[in-house]
């Protein structure tokens, strides 16, 4: 090759090489220039959304808020004359004036008002309001107050109150078009959810706050009424809130403010676990309050004592721990004769897979009266589908009759021979069945639990039960005992069905570690 050959193919070479690199460096700027170009259009994207959701909460509880009242109550209260003298003044009093100055006590002073202040929820534009009982409860005047400023003097239409109500309180006031807030599903809620609660804490109305749903289904745990299955929420609430309204994102009214746990002590305030009462328990109980006065619920005439620990699951053929363990049937009621018996486990009602036993009290008490519903039950693991025509549930004397056993006489506690897990039994005479309360019942009466034994450290066994079944069989008499307890002697595990004196059942499952002996 010529050296004017070899000279052109280096700079072909040369001028190829750079080319590439230039490619490369073009090529590598724009992608750093689209990048940074992709970065900052998705920061305007991001504040476009969240000026977005920020102005639809704007617009929602500005649409929500008017349809929140105050609710201001006067009581008349009788008032005691104060003393401030203490009794040793009293007697040097005595002996100095000669008579008893407990004779000179002042003239009562005059009835005093006190007032109190919650909130409510306007739900038609009639002037429906609905509140907590305990906003109003004995108040001999009710105030009314729109965010207007607007006064209204309210007619308390009816309350469920009590233990065994939902602490709802129906109010009305004489007004046209007024801004009212239409009902949401709050079946249909979910955890996590974003709510608004609006109310007047501390008097401060139309105070708003936020939070999320941070539980369903909340009873057990509140204990202040039977049959609120209360929403939990995060969204801040304190005192005055009671009454008034929690709502979802759609602006529609999904519980009524009620409770609040606190940290006791000097934290008196709002510790982030509020509870609402749902909004679909509030109108069913609203309707029939408005409808009738009154409220009725649905009865099955079950007892539920007892929850279905991961044991018992085990002992009845479930999987896990699920639905409402049935330990007693009354007599000739619903379930009686729709066919559910004792020891059955109900998993579902009307289509609705029960949780556990508070929650079928909470979804049978939901129901109407006279409804005739599918009920699905484990029985010893083999599932039936029977109809239940439900009855009303009995006022608390009646249902008290039918649970009644007289009080017991406690048996000492005296040392006896062994007998199985501590037991110690006796056949159920007539007067036994009158001390412990087990009138026209079958089975063995607990006379005795040896201290220190398997059974007196079961909290659900005393002295005066009746066993009535040992493994599902069922027992009769101390024969009927004994034979059944050997042939389950070589079992590591005893399930027993256990009448208690005061008219309730459970069932209890005991090691077998105990032999029987004479009792």
């Known amino acids: 090759m010529s050296r004017f050959n070899a000279t052109r193919c280096w700079l072909f070479l040369l001028v190829v090489s750079t080319v590439i690199v230039l490619s490369v460096t073009i090529n590598q700027v724009g992608e750093n220039v689209t990048t940074q170009t992709a970065v900052a259009q998705t920061v305007d994207d991001d504040f476009k959304y969240l000026e977005s959701a920020n102005r639809a909460f704007i617009e929602l509880v500005s649409r929500a808020k008017p349809a929140v009242v105050q609710i201001n109550t ?17 007697w040097f009093e005595y002996f100095r004036r000669g008579h008893n100055p407990r004779n000179d006590r ?15 929820v306007i739900v038609s534009r009639d002037g429906y309001i609905l509140t907590n009982n305990h906003v109003i409860d004995g108040a001999d005047n009710i105030t009314v107050i729109l965010p207007s400023g607007r006064e ?3 007619e308390l239409v009816g309350t469920d109150a009590g233990n065994e109500g939902t602490d709802v309180a129906v109010l009305k006031i004489d007004g046209e078009d ?25 008097g401060l109305t139309q105070t708003v706050t936020r939070g999320t749903v941070s539980a369903k289904g909340r009873s057990n745990e509140v204990g202040m009424v039977t049959f609120a299955d209360f929403i939990q929420t995060d969204a801040p609430i304190n005192r005055g809130n009671s009454g008034g309204a929690l709502i979802n994102i759609h602006g ?34 609203m309707n029939q309050l408005i409808d009738t006065g009154e409220v009725e619920r649905g009865w099955l005439g079950v007892n539920i004592d007892q929850e279905l620990t991961y044991e018992l699951a085990q002992e009845f053929k479930l999987d896990e721990p699920r639905g409402a363990l049935i330990t007693g049937v009354f007599k000739g009621m619903p379930a009686d004769k729709g066919g559910i018996k004792r020891g059955d486990v109900i998993l579902e009602f009307s289509q609705t897979l029960i949780r556990d036993r508070s929650h079928l009290l ?10 005739t519903v599918e009920v699905k039950v484990s029985r010893r693991g083999k599932e039936k589908v029977l109809k239940v025509t439900l009855g009303k549930r009995p006022s608390l004397e009646a249902l008290g009759a039918m649970r009644r056993g007289e009080t017991p006489r406690i048996t000492p506690d005296v040392e006896e021979e062994d007998g199985f897990a501590g037991l110690h039994v006796r056949d159920l005479t007539e007067e036994l069945a009158q001390e412990y309360g087990h009138k026209d019942e079958t089975g063995v009466v607990i006379v005795n639990i040896r201290r220190g034994s398997i059974a007196a450290k079961q909290r659900r066994i005393a002295v005066g039960d009746l066993i009535q079944e040992i493994d599902f069989v069922e027992i009769r008499t101390v024969k009927d005992y004994d034979e059944h307890i050997i042939s389950v002697q070589d079992q590591s595990k005893v399930t027993l069905y256990i009448r208690h004196v005061n008219g309730g059942g459970s069932y209890v499952t005991l090691s077998s570690g105990d032999s029987p002996d004479d009792r």
């Open 106 to 120: 002042p003239a009562p002073e005059e009835p005093r008002e006190q007032g109190g202040l919650g909130s409510g």
């Open 178 to 202: 007024l801004p009212a807030l239409s009902f949401g599903n709050s079946d249909e809620l979910e955890v996590g959810e974003w709510v608004v609660a609006i109310g007047s804490p501390f």
């Open 252 to 285: 529609e009214l999904i519980g009524i403010n009620t409770a609040i746990l606190t940290g006791g002590n000097f934290l008196q305030g709002n510790v982030g676990v509020g509870f609402a009462i749902p909004s679909i328990l509030a109108q069913k109980i």
């Open 74 to 90: 006067k009581t008349v209260v009788e008032t005691r004359p104060s003393r401030n003298r203490n009794d040793l003044e009293d």
């Open 362 to 371: 909470h979804v049978v008490a939901a129901t109407e009266v006279g409804k």
């Open 152 to 154: 209204y003097e309210a």
